[in-house]
C-alpha cells in the first residue's frame, strides 16, 4: 500500500513536472502575437499598377500556401495620389490589422500636397523590392531606339508629345521633367489612375510614350504591342531570360546610353499603423519573408525586373531617411512642393 501511494504520488509529481516543462517550453508560442481578425492590406494607388499587382500576388500566396490563420483582405484607397491610403493607415493608431504597401507616393503626396502625413507617422516594416521605370513606346510609333525617339521628341517642338503616367507631381512626373530638362523640350503630361491604365493608353495610341514599371507594361511588351526603349537606373536590369521573341530584361539600354542622365528607382515597402509593438512587427516580417521564400515571389522578381533588395529594422529606417531627402530635392527642383 506504501508502495501504492508512493507510486500514485510519484506519478502525480512527474505528471506535475512535466506540465510544468510543457508551460515554460510553450511561453515563447503562447504569448507570440498573431492576427485575430482579417488583415487589411491597404494599397495606396489605383488598380492594375505595380503596388496593385505586387499586393495581389502576396494576397494569393498567403492564401495558397496558408501562411495565416486570418484572411488577408486588399482594398485600393488611390485618392489624392495615395493620400487617401496613407491617412486611412495612419488614422488606425496602434491597430494591427491593417498593413499598407508603399511606393514613391510615400514621400511626394504629402510634399506635392501638403496633407497632413509622414511616413514616419506609420510602422516601417520591410522593404520589400525597388522598383525599375522604363521609357516604353507604341511598336506602330516610327522611332525604334532611344536616339530615334528623342530626336522626335525635338523635332515635334514644346508640348506635342503626350507621356502617360500614375498620379500627378508623384515618380511618372517627376521622371517626365527630367526628360524636359535633358531634352531641351515640353510634353503633355497626362495622368492616370494607375499603371494599368497607363498601358492601356499607350497601346491605343492616345499617348506618345510612358515610363511605366516593368511589371505593369510586361503582357503588352510581351504580346508585341509596346517597344521598351530604355530603363532609366545606371546598370541594365540583370535578367537575360528571353521574355519577347528577341529580347530580354537586360537587353534594354539604360537611358544614359542614350544620352539622357536620368536613373530612378522606386520602393515596394509594407509599412503597419503607429503605435504597434515590436511584437506584432515581427509577426509580419516573418510573414513576408516566408512570401518571398516561395517560387511564385522568386518568378516575380523576375517577370517583373524588380531589385529584389529586402531591409527591415535600422537599415530601412535609414533608407527611408536618404530617400525622403532625396525626394524633396527632386521634387523642389521639379517645382513639385506644395505652397504653405
Known amino acids: 500500500m506504501i508502495r501504492d501511494l508512493f507510486s500514485a504520488s510519484t506519478s502525480r509529481l512527474a505528471r506535475a513536472s512535466v506540465a510544468a516543462l510543457m508551460t515554460i517550453t510553450a511561453a515563447p508560442l503562447a504569448f507570440a502575437w498573431e492576427p485575430t481578425k482579417p488583415v487589411e492590406f491597404v494599397i495606396p494607388a489605383g488598380t492594375g499598377g505595380g503596388a496593385d499587382q505586387m499586393a495581389r500576388l502576396i494576397q494569393g500566396i498567403v492564401q495558397k500556401h496558408k501562411l495565416m490563420e486570418e484572411p488577408l483582405i486588399v482594398i485600393n484607397k488611390s485618392g489624392g495620389a495615395g493620400a487617401e491610403g496613407f491617412l486611412d493607415v495612419k488614422g488606425a493608431e496602434g491597430d494591427p490589422h491593417k498593413i499598407i504597401i508603399t511606393l514613391s507616393n510615400l514621400f511626394t503626396t504629402p510634399m506635392a500636397t501638403g496633407v497632413p502625413f509622414n511616413w514616419k507617422d506609420l510602422t516601417p516594416v520591410a522593404m520589400l ?56 523640350t515640353k510634353f503633355i503630361y497626362v495622368p492616370f489612375k494607375g499603371g494599368g491604365d497607363v498601358a492601356v493608353q499607350l497601346v491605343g495610341g492616345h499617348v506618345q510614350s510612358t515610363v511605366n514599371n516593368p511589371a505593369e507594361a510586361v503582357s503588352q511588351w510581351r504580346a508585341g504591342k509596346l517597344r521598351a526603349q530604355c530603363v532609366f537606373d545606371t546598370e541594365r536590369i540583370p535578367f537575360k531570360t528571353k521574355v519577347t521573341e528577341t529580347q530580354s530584361w537586360n537587353d534594354i539600354p539604360t537611358c544614359k546610353e542614350a544620352g539622357l542622365p536620368i536613373d530612378y528607382v522606386m520602393l515596394r515597402g509594407i509599412f503597419m499603423a503607429g503605435g504597434v509593438t515590436a511584437e506584432q512587427t515581427k509577426y509580419y516580417v516573418d510573414l513576408l519573408t516566408k512570401v518571398r521564400a516561395t517560387q511564385e515571389w522568386k518568378d516575380y522578381m523576375e517577370r517583373g525586373a524588380f531589385n529584389p533588395t529586402f531591409m527591415v529594422g535600422a537599415e530601412f529606417k535609414k533608407w527611408l531617411e536618404a530617400a525622403e531627402t532625396n525626394h524633396r530635392e ?11
Open 330 to 340: 527632386l521634387m523642389t527642383e521639379a517645382g513639385f512642393l506644395a505652397k504653405k
Open 129 to 184: 523590392a525597388l522598383d525599375q521605370f522604363v521609357l516604353w513606346t507604341n511598336v506602330d510609333e516610327p522611332y525604334k531606339d532611344p536616339k530615334e525617339y528623342i530626336a522626335a521628341v525635338k523635332a515635334a517642338g514644346p508640348s506635342k508629345f503626350k507621356m502617360a503616367g500614375t498620379g500627378s507631381k508623384q515618380e511618372d512626373q517627376i521622371i517626365t521633367v527630367a526628360l524636359e530638362k535633358a531634352t531641351g
